[in-house]
């Protein structure tokens, strides 16, 4: 039922994308030792907020539409890569975005047995091993607004050099820029309301949001065993929040070091990561945090071609009840049930279980593709409990949703 | 399921044990020196454990030649190929279901020789378009299981993974993981079987046997010809040995004056009545491919 709804439902989105748009096919020309590319995603996003909110003025349901088109120019020794992204959002202006996902020139060559990468402009990098969680992952700043999983991330100004040869691989970053974290609106949900207006947004650094941050970090395979280091010194990512209201944004100058670790033995993967944090709250503190856990997969389950895949995580900040993140002590159990049919057709739930409180949260997620351009997606966030003494969830505690995502790929 | 194919594989290693010369060799070996202390004995009980060594020597000189030849013929067609150095390729793949509904997916594949272990591969998705830019890295190993990486681009995430899965299907194809890439001649044991008309040509049929746990079948038969030694058919039994697949090649090229590769293969599920056709396209052995485009960061620059 669904997926003909859907499907009827794509076609049309389909045929209004292309009639506006005109140009929207994903190919590849090639021009002499030039090759342009093209391709991309647009969706549309339903979401249906379950309980009444808790503040007056926040909506019980939004829509919103993305386009995150690339465009790819491949010459010798090198390429240009630009990815703009669009949001728009019927009910929360703060989710509106454009962004620069990707924009970098890339050259690439060999010194001896070594290769060498660099990268100019915005790009996007991701650090971790974990599923629930990835405190290690620092180099972009999260667009909160656009998913309260904090997987979405905000294009970042680099230079990024990269060495790679038998020994491992080595990642120098130069960030000249600070971006600023995205949060859902007054009217928006999840979350309570934080000012991301000039006045409501404070740096300790007098440089600003122009401060010039550095990474690095070393990654290397040893047999069964991948592991990373990293080294990050600049402005936190993540805002310290100061107690207004609506809340301000106070961005403190962080050194951190983060380690990654993951072991592979037949089907079992073995995953941790773990990171030491100075100078977030501003007074010269240091906190960490890890995530530790692992998966299991059996296959070809009752014979037949279908994977059940068992996660568990366990997540700790040593913060605790000041800890800027719901996963201060919190148990991540998660099964993802893969058909491999032809649809990529997927089911996952997981449960986040509080250790400190009694907060209980279940995800369940959909995934399958309607056609080989169209893809259907479906979300369930629901708290099964809520403490009311637990300061990091209390202020979403009556934002459970569904969601729908249709999804068009040229 | 587990269980079962575990008991299947202990029996196999004392099969494979009974015919091999060490067992046999030191129960000749009591044997004769029984009969050399107890002089005694008459003659023609002598005559007879000569006859029954004979036998013995026979059965086991067969044995011996049907897996050595077996041995030798997977050995030749790899040692064929060796030397390739490295290929890109362009493949189609076309899944079909019982219902002749068709999906097509379309991948680029680069293959780089390592002297002394396992080839390094590299599959690029192109389509289906969600999964554009999705890339898998495999690390393929001589004695062990390989190393597999996953590339996936929304998230610029190279994620290690398990490579135990082997019997899982290929991007939901009737490929399985362990029916692509060259076959390493240590992870099967093997008896030749017969050598009999194809077509035009001679073939040599031989049973392959996994030496590695996780494999989905139980035994596979390879029809090569005898000319060039390029794979024409195999049948693959699933761990109860019933007949599950059947692949045929065809639509052979040589390149480089050398090296064969099929431009079409068919795989049918007898259980499932599903298949999978690959059509390979734009084969180019000349490309200039460094090993450190089969790294975590070669993937990271895939497009």
Known sequence: MIPAVARRCCLQFITAVLAAGGVVDGHADAIGDWTIEQWGTISLEGRVFLNSPKREGQHSSDFSATAKPTVYIEFPQGSFTFTPYFRIDNADEKRRLIDIQEAYFLQFGS???????????????????????????????????????????????????????????????????????????????????????????????????????????????????????????????????????????????????????????????????????????????????????????????????????????????????????????????????????????????????????????????????????????????????????????????????????????? | MQTRSETKRVMWQKKVSFSGSGTACSIRGSVASAAGIHRVWPTMLSAGLLVLTGIFFIAEAGAQSAAEKGMQIARDAYAADDGFENFTADLTMLLRNKQGQEHKRNLRIKVLEVKGDGDKSLFIFDNPRDVKGTAMLIHGRRDQADDLWLYLPALKRVKRISSSNRSGSFVGSEFAYEDLGRSEVKKFTYTWLRDEPCGSMSCTVNELRPTQKGSGYSRQLVWRDTDELRIWKIEYYDRKNSHLKTLTNGDFKQHRGKFWRPGQSNMVNHVTGKSTELVWENYDFGARLNKQEFSQTGLRRIR
């Open chain 1, 111 to 410: 010194i001896g047995d070594s290769a060498w990468e660099l990268r100019l402009g915005i790009d996007q990098v991701f650090w971790g091993v974990a599923e629930s969680n990835n405190p290690v992952n620092i180099i972009n700043q999260t667009d909160l607004a656009g998913h309260p999983g904090g997987e979405q991330k905000l294009g970042q100004p680099m230079i990024h050099g990269t060495l790679n040869g038998d020994w491992g691989i080595l990642d120098l970053f130069v960030l000249p820029y600070h971006r600023v974290r995205t949060f859902p609106g007054e009217a928006g949900r999840l979350g309570v309301p934080v000012r991301s207006d000039s006045g409501g947004i404070t740096y300790e650094t007098s440089r600003g949001k122009r401060n010039i941050d550095l990474a690095a970090r070393y990654g290397h395979t040893v047999g069964p065993l991948d592991f990373g280091i990293s080294y990050f010194k600049g402005t936190s990512r993540e805002p310290a929040l100061l107690p207004d209201f609506p809340l301000k944004q106070q961005y403190n100058l962080i050194r951190q070091t983060g380690l990654e670790l993951q072991f592979v033995q037949d089907a079992f993967l073995g995953k941790a990561e773990l990171i030491r944090r100075r100078g977030f709250s501003g007074d010269g503190t240091s906190h960490s945090a890890f995530v530790v856990g692992g998966e299991y997969s059996f296959y070809s389950v009752l014979e037949t071609s279908a994977d059940l895949t068992l996660y568990a995580e366990w997540n700790q900040d040593d913060r605790r009840e000041k800890a800027t993140t719901p996963l201060q002590n919190d148990m991540f159990y998660a099964a993802r049930y893969a058909l491999n049919d032809v649809d990529d057709t997927t089911f996952s739930a997981a449960l986040i279980d509080d250790l400190d409180y009694s907060t209980q949260t279940l995800l369940l997620e959909f995934d399958k593709r309607l056609s080989d351009s169209a893809q259907l997606n479906l979300e369930l966030f629901k708290f099964l409990d809520t403490d009311p003494v637990d300061p990091q969830t209390g202020p979403i505690s009556q934002d459970d949703y569904v969601a729908i995502n249709l999804s068009y790929s040229f």
